[in-house]
């Protein structure tokens, strides 16, 4: 882990492969950008992606969660099998929760809102690029919804794993203020932690996101869609 | 009365009042209770339902008339016990019943009746309350009778005989109510006086909000857009119709309307209605959800409010909503990166923050909080307990 805006792996630009069935969001996504990364490749589609991306090895690939053919999920588990150092951001404009969920499930390394402003966006890419995550407040949200959805009074206790299973008070806390807006410097000085302490808050509940085994987590996003 | 029971023995009506006069004074003052009950059991000539019908439903009739005979036949039995027991034997009961059912009479009986009973009841003291000096007279006088019986009846008292001295306390007691009872129902009616006014101060508060949401916001809008008269049109039309379904539907502005409506859907309505009003991008976050009470529907014209107070003033390009419904308390935040402001500096007459948003959640028994820097933004923290709507209730 490294802090944010460090430099990629390299040293120079992160390569970045822009993955979106619109190609006009790909153009505006490629500008924003600018010269601050080295864009190397772009699809619209599941199975041009991972050919595509085989091929260029970037750094991270920025996903749509939907595409047509599979989703952005089936991008993220077929280069998971083959090349697991290819890092990929979720990049969305509005998505049902569980959508969001089952990318970041699949390996995605975060989730920022189409809203975000091309420095921001920057910045996310970076830390992507060196093995952080990135949480938009949305994912936050989501996160914090899915794993109050599995308190352990309402679980099934067989599989109940306090290590996976559930956030410490203090990632919630991180979570809590992420989805208010904070960004990490912010959350640092609220807490009176270092950006650092913040970042492996924010890969751990990552890490528990994905690794958590509890159906539940699946099943969470099936009875949210129905309210 | 009398005449209701002629009509339907069929005897003539002078005749059977003078019997019951008669009677009355024979028996000793029972006849006297048996007249009054039967004034209360059989319907006058004409009325469909007796008097006794009508009081089962006057709680308070019921109360005064069993308190009013249960202290008369206290004040028999310490008569007894002061050794005048032929009053106790002979009068009490029928005088005991007789002034519970005249009681219930009072309360209960047709306005014609009631006319003739305060007519008949007018020259006696402390009922027509007309008379201050006389009602004053009467009180120092019943006061020193009863406190001159009680003392005299505590010191002559035999020490072994504990009744005497009890009914002397008794007395006594009964002076300081007389004396006092007056002021002490004085200060009950000025309690519920007080309250009455508490509550429609708080109400007309509620409104003073409700029309800063929706008409005070409206004008301003349309001064700044008044160039633009398609705009001015549009917001006068829907400010039109929110103030008519507020007046004459009972529709609160800015609230949420629909029962059912749970805080996520409001947290999205309030999004989508600020964007399209003021054209600022909202990102609003919700974790978990429940249903809207009161309160909560407090917390969410809060947080509109505060909402469109960011974007009007702070100049940010985003405002985040992010709330979180946990299972004692919803908290919302309204967070932007706007210029920020001093508190100190608003002017008293911008009501937004104070009444709409301060004041609306602390009535509620909610809190706000705001955080604001110069040139960094300001994040308006609200936290409202949930199931606080019965606490609430309960108490007023």
Sequence with gaps: MSAPGARAPDGGRPRVFIVDDHGLFRTGVRSELGDQVEVVGEAGDVEPAIALIS??????????????????????????????????????????????????????RGYVTKTISGAELVDAVRRVAVGDSVFSP??????????AALSPAS???????????????????????????????EIARELYISIKTVESHVSSVLRKLQLSTRHQLTQWAAERRLT | MAAGLAARTGFDVTAVRIVFVLATLLSGGTVAAAYVLAWLLVPADGADASIASRAQTDGRGIALAAGLAALLIVVLIIASVLGAGWLGSTLGWPLAISVAGLVLIWRNAPADEQQMIRRLAGPLPGLTGENRRFRIGARVSATCLLLGGG???????????????????????????????????????????????????????????RVHDSVLQTLALIQRRADEPQQVIQLARAQERELRSWLFDGVAPGSMGETGLTVAAG??????????????????????DCELDDNLSALLAAAREATVNAVKWSGAEVVSIFAEVEPMEVSLFVR??????????????????????????????????????????????????RGAGERQQSRA
């Excluded at chain 2, 010191?155 to 002021?183: E, K, M, Q």
């Excluded at chain 2, 964007?275 to 976050?285: F, K, L, R, S």
């Design chain 2, 336 to 385: 932007d990166r706007g210029r920020g402001f001093d508190p100190e500096a608003v002017p008293a007459d911008r009501k937004g923050l104070a009444e709409s948003v301060h004041a609306r959640m602390s009535r509620r028994g909610g809190s706000a909080t705001v955080r604001t820097v110069r040139g960094e933004g300001t994040e308006v923290s609200l936290t409202m307990p």
């Design chain 1, 155 to 185: 679980a099934d206790r067989p599989s109940f794993d306090p290590e996976l299973d559930q956030l410490t008070p203090r990632e919630r806390e991180v979570l809590r203020l992420i989805a208010r807006g904070y960004t990490y410097k």
């Design chain 1, 138 to 147: 949305r994912l936050a949200g989501f996160v914090l919804d899915a794993f």
């Design chain 2, 267 to 288: 947290v999205r309505l309030i999004q989508q209605e600020v964007e399209a009003q003021h054209g600022v991008a909202v990102e609003a976050v919700t974790v978990g």
């Design chain 2, 151 to 209: 003392l005299l009846a505590l010191l002559t008292g035999h020490p072994r005989d504990l009744l005497r001295p009890l009914g002397g306390v008794v007395l006594v007691l009964a002076a300081i109510v007389v004396v006092l009872g007056p002021w002490w129902l004085r200060i009950a009616r000025d309690l519920v006086v007080e309250r009455r006014a508490r509550v429609r101060a708080e109400e007309r508060a509620e409104m003073a909000a």
């Design chain 1, 55 to 108: 091929e260029s090895l970037p750094d991270v690939v920025l996903l749509d969660v939907h595409l047509p053919g599979g989703g952005g999920q089936a991008v993220v588990t077929a280069m998971k099998a083959t090349h697991p150092q290819v890092r990929f951001l979720a990049l969305s404009a509005s998505d049902a929760p569980q959508d969001v969920i089952a990318v970041i499930r699949a390996g995605a």
